[in-house]
């Protein structure tokens, strides 16, 4: 095997302007009495070119959502559907290449390879394909995010804050339909954090990409366009244009016990 | 490419991990180097020793058992009358007391003809000429001595000038080398070859030799090169034997640690699968990781093996064993280097494959760390149970197979004892689990200990690797002890036997037997008798052996052959002592690399338990506490291997002396606890590094965010 394989186009489309869809996805981990339902029965749109937060208490399945959606874990029944594929029809060698080609990952930390420069790393999913990177998209991607002036450097050399952004241009560097963001800001201290989402609301304004974000922050999800919210497995509701008031008050709804709130 | 990069980088970024992960295979690749070094050395020295023939010899004549000079003188004679031959030198050889600046020492001097082709100073045409009441000295010889030409020295009562100082093989003793006539002259210098030059029939030299032994210059030439040949062989053989047993053990030891230190970079593996390198490219990557640990450990190896090998052969020529310059086999080095690699990358292969398969999820959420992964136990039971089967029965054939064929039947125990190894590392992780299991009572006082009991539990695998290989160690050691004991217990046994007595004369070294046994039987101290072909010698009832010694040598004739059976048994002791201590030497590096194996795993358990450690400090576990569990864990894993060692090496010494026929005998009890004993101290010690940085974790950083 000379070269990884590319993502291969399917039939199935995600709908007219959906980036990905999920339909009544269902995740379950474990065997008989342990067995958990982390999914039950979602069914979510992610709409093209718009910045999406996924909110929801612990356990409620959000992670699991976000994994299955950047194809690292599988759905045990229904359908994940990223433009035109469905991730769940995939093997382990198309979801490498799904990966590489079409997703962008901003994780909480540890984005970054230690002993590689914030350059190498950047270059890091281009060098795996065997190809270069575009050099004025990168150029432009590096100098608009500040950090041209810190490639050479290793994560260690690095604050926080510069990390994330050094994680954001590669995320977005292969030009992803998709950037999938975990609590990008969970480590970050609140000025780091407000231009980290600063810069991905820019990555949705300006470069036209599509962002989904999981996150706890009601702050971080009054920055995005909408609000996916989940619970026990499975969506229960949405926010559009977000405000930190609206996100709470959604969010003590489904935290109250069914029934007496809603 | 990238994947190259990367692993390089990773290599460089770490250093200090990368060695730490290489050390044992370091060590293993230093013994290899020095192994093949000393050899490639000691090959230079063999062929100075065992080459003696003369280039010219055509025809070599030598005698059967001890020839009356007059004897030997007499077939000179008629050989040198043979058509064709042209010349004759008979070779005598004696150590004689020679005085010289003073001092008598023994030195061994040997005949020589003094010019031609057979003279050894034929390449030396600046030494001597060597003519009857000449001698010509070793260069150290005279050194040491402080003679020079023109001094006269005394051999034998003997006055002879210093001819000549010159290129004769000295081996680190006196030598020197006198005219044939003198040697006879001298005494004490037997003939013990001669070498004819000339186009001569062998028949014709075999018709006035009489029983000699009569061979052709080629043909014995030949023969001596055949024996340097195979000495060297058999010296390669053992050395490699060891060398293998040493990269065995650092390939178990290499292969847990790069298990730990991947186990604690399962986030940044995972991460690369989530930006897009396939399974197979982090497969690759841990590979080109483990060929730069191993080509670093390889350099380190093969460079300090080249020192301690410098060393040796520095020492070897400071005591005349060697005079050739040091021969440092740039290829073999290579070859030790590429070992280093090959190893590595070998013992890197389990943890690469896992690495391969590391879910990308695991970059998202708390990196799941250790090697606490379940072991796959019915696989694993069913292949030691077959494998135990095939070892003891091949352990079993291997005796009476042995009678017919006792090479076949050696081979065949060593076959059961490396499929036991094999077991022992299938089974090591249950193994470590039931005797922590067994432990836990006793540590139920102890917070420290129990920690350490559970730990070890946990984390068995690489509690095992270290277990494993010190059983090796202790095994291969507690097997020498056995075979030593049994040796030295059938030694003694034969020599009872065959002697019969204190000492003993044969009868026909003696002019007048009956005449001497009087006379010996005379003396208060000696019971003298006479047993068959031999005068038998004890001491007389209430005398001591030191005063039976003192009569017989003033009754004897001077020059008698006496054989006493203590001075037979010490030799053979002393034989089976220098055995026992290249053995251990050998053995040794095992040990080593066990220990450093032992060091290595807990240093890096250590580093990822920091967070743990942290825990229970904080939670009231005192800084000796946390050093103490450490302890434990070292005391826990070398007392497994030294007990199954002990027991495992104990039972297959016993196997190779029935293999060979001797009487196992006592096994040396005491001697095999002390071992082991001292191989649990030796572990505990070699914890002290873990020890301090475990007692050195602060107890808020448990508390701390992940």
Not at chain 1, 146 to 166: I, T, W, Y
Not at chain 2, 161 to 188: C, K
Not at chain 2, 439 to 465: D, F, G, W
Not at chain 2, 662 to 669: F, N, S, T, V
Request: with cysteine; charged share 15%.
């Amino acid at each position: 095997m000379s070269q990884p394989p590319v993502a291969p186009p399917l039939p199935t489309v995600a709908g007219p302007g959906l980036a990905a869809r999920a339909v009544d996805l269902v995740r379950e981990y474990g065997t008989g009495s342990s067995r958990v339902r982390a999914l039950d029965g979602l069914s979510v749109d992610l709409v093209e070119r718009r910045f999406t937060a996924v909110m929801g208490a612990s356990g409620s399945g959000k992670s699991t959502f976000l994994h299955c959606l950047a194809g690292l874990d599988r759905a045990t029944s229904g359908q994940m559907l990223l433009g035109g594929t469905d991730l769940g029809a995939l093997d382990d060698a198309a979801l490498t290449a799904i990966r590489r080609d079409r997703l962008g990952f901003v994780f909480q930390d540890g984005n970054l390879l230690p002993h590689l420069t914030a350059g190498e790393n950047i270059d890091l999913a281009a060098s795996l394909a065997g190809r270069r990177a575009d050099r004025a998209w990168r150029r432009e991607l590096v100098e608009r995010l500040g950090v041209a002036d810190r490639l050479r450097h290793l994560p260690s050399q690095l604050s926080g804050g510069q990390r994330q952004r050094v994680a954001v241009v590669r995320a977005l560097l292969g030009r992803p339909d998709l950037v999938v963001a975990d609590e990008p800001t969970g480590a970050l201290d609140s000025e780091a954090g407000a231009a980290l989402l600063a810069l991905l609301r820019a990555c949705v304004d300006e470069f036209g990409q599509t962002v989904v974000m999981v996150t706890h922050d009601p702050s971080a999800a009054a920055v995005t366009d909408e609000v996916v919210l989940l619970r026990d497995g499975r969506a229960a509701g949405r926010v559009d244009r977000p405000t930190r008031r609206t996100v709470l008050e959604r969010l003590g709804e489904l935290a109250a016990p069914a029934g007496v709130g809603a | 490419m990238i994947v190259a990069r990367t692993a390089l980088r990773s290599v460089l970024r770490r250093p200090r991990q990368a060695l730490l992960v290489g050390v044992a295979i370091t060590a293993a690749t230093a013994f290899a180097a020095v192994a093949l070094l000393v050899a490639a050395n000691a090959r230079v020295a063999l062929v100075a020793f065992g080459m003696v023939t003369p280039p010219a010899a055509d025809v070599v004549v030598v005698p059967r058992g001890d020839v009356a000079q007059g004897a030997a003188l007499e077939v000179a004679e008629g050989v040198r009358a043979l058509p064709g031959v042209v010349d004759v030198a008979v070779e005598h050889l004696g150590d004689v007391e020679v005085e010289a600046g003073g001092v008598t020492t023994t030195w061994k001097l040997t005949s020589d003809p003094g010019g031609g082709p057979l003279s050894a100073l034929r390449d030396a045409p600046d030494v001597g000429p060597l003519e009857p009441g000449g001698i010509v000295l070793g260069r150290r010889t005279a050194e040491r001595v402080g003679v020079d030409v023109g001094d006269t020295v005394v051999a034998g009562g003997h006055e002879l000038v210093v001819a000549g100082v010159g290129p004769v093989r000295e081996f680190g003793q006196d030598v020197g080398l006198v005219h044939p006539s003198d040697a006879v002259a001298i005494g004490g210098m037997p003939p013990v070859q001669m070498f004819v030059v000339g186009d001569v029939d062998l028949a014709a030299v075999r018709a006035v030799a009489g029983d000699a032994a009569v061979t052709s210059g080629p043909e014995q030439r030949d023969r001596e090169a055949r024996s340097v040949g195979d000495t060297l062989a058999g010296v390669l053989g053992g050395l490699s034997v060891f060398v293998a047993l040493a990269v065995v053990s650092a390939v178990v030891i290499v292969s847990s640690t790069f298990r730990i230190v991947l186990a604690r970079r399962a986030a940044e593996l995972a991460l690369l699968r989530c930006v897009g390198a396939t399974g197979r490219q982090v497969h690759r990557s841990v590979l080109a990781e483990a060929a730069c640990v191993g080509l670093l450990g390889g350099l380190v190896g093969t460079g300090a093996g080249l020192g301690v090998a410098a060393g040796l052969v520095a020492a070897a020529r400071a005591a005349d064993l060697v005079s050739a310059p040091f021969v440092a086999a740039p290829g073999g080095l290579v070859a030790c280097v590429a070992l280093s690699v090959v190893a590595t990358v070998a013992a890197a292969l389990p943890s690469a494959r896992a690495a391969g398969r590391t879910a990308p999820v695991v970059a998202l959420g708390a990196a799941r760390s250790s090697d606490a992964r379940p072991v796959r136990v019915g696989a694993r039971l069913v292949a030691a149970g077959a494998l135990t089967l095939t070892a003891v029965a091949t352990g079993a054939v291997a005796v009476p197979v042995a009678r017919t064929d006792q090479l076949t039947g050696l081979a065949l125990a060593a076959l059961s004892g490396t499929l036991v190894f094999a077991v022992l590392v299938a089974v090591g992780p249950f193994l470590v689990r039931w005797a922590a299991r067994a432990v836990r009572p006793l540590a139920a006082r102890s917070a420290a200990l129990r920690l350490a009991v559970s730990n070890a539990h946990r984390s068995s695998r690489r509690t095992a690797a270290m277990t494993t290989v010190l059983t090796l160690g202790v095994g291969l050691a507690a097997a020498l002890l056995v075979a030593v004991a049994g040796v030295t217990a059938d030694a003694r046994e034969s020599v009872v036997r065959t002697f019969g007595a204190d000492a003993l004369i044969p009868v026909d070294v003696v002019a007048d037997p009956d005449a001497l046994v009087a006379a010996l039987a005379a003396h208060p101290a000696v019971d003298a008798r006479v047993v068959g072909t031999d005068i038998l010698l004890d001491p007389a009832p209430g005398t001591d052996p030191a005063a039976l010694r003192d009569a017989v040598l003033d009754t004897v004739p001077a020059g008698t052959s006496v054989y006493w059976a203590g001075d037979v048994l010490a030799g053979i002791e002393q034989t089976v002592a220098v055995g026992q201590l290249v053995g251990a030497a050998m053995i040794g590096v095992t040990l080593v690399v066990a220990m450093v194996g032992v060091v290595v795993t807990l240093a890096l358990s250590v580093a990822e338990r920091r967070q743990e450690i942290a825990l229970v400090r904080a939670l009231g576990v005192s800084r000796a506490g946390a050093r103490r569990s450490v302890a434990a864990e070292a005391g826990l894993a070398s007392a497994v291997g030294a007990t199954l060692g002990v027991v495992l090496g104990g039972a297959y010494g016993v196997l190779a002396l029935r293999v060979l026929d001797m009487p196992a005998g006592q096994p040396p009890l005491v001697r095999l606890a002390l071992l082991g004993a001292g191989v649990v101290g030796a572990a505990v010690l070699a914890a002290a590094v873990p020890m301090r940085s475990a007692g050195r974790v602060e107890p808020a950083i448990g508390l701390a965010a992940r």
